[in-house]
């Protein structure tokens, strides 16, 4: 079982910036790798930035140098800075978890989702 508690959505002008934050309650957080997705109107869930349990972390083309996700394992958190906002950033961002281990790896976990809109 796989919890999640998403924040930090909003609205920002152009080139602001916006940290997401969404809290991963599971009972070994080692076993998943840790993504955030977003989805704008009409169009599919896209990746944005990855956390593998290696701690490396890509991201979408349409994001390096603006994004940056990063976690907090003490607080089992992980965050979405993002800087320079453009309007096509605006979307639902999705928090992530896939199973890397074991009989569901594979799996995949979702929080509720957090708004962004960003005006021009």
């Known amino acids: 079982q796989v919890q999640f508690v998403e924040s930090g959505g909003g609205l920002v002008q152009a080139g602001g910036s916006l940290r997401l934050s969404c809290e991963i309650t599971?009972?070994?957080?080692?076993?998943?790798?840790k993504a955030w997705y977003r989805q704008a109107p009409g169009k599919q869930r896209e990746l944005v930035a990855v956390l593998d349990t290696g701690g490396r972390t890509n991201y979408a083309d349409s994001v390096k140098g603006r994004f940056t996700m990063s976690t907090d394992n003490a607080k089992n958190t992980v965050y979405l800075q993002m800087n320079s906002l453009k309007s096509e950033d605006t979307a639902v961002y999705y928090c992530?978890?896939?199973?890397?281990?074991?009989?569901?790896?594979?799996?995949?976990?979702w929080g509720q989702g957090t708004q962004v809109t960003v005006s021009s």
């Open positions: 992530n978890a896939e199973k890397i281990s074991g009989w569901d790896v594979g799996a995949l976990y």
């Open positions: 599971t009972n070994n957080p080692s076993l998943y790798a």
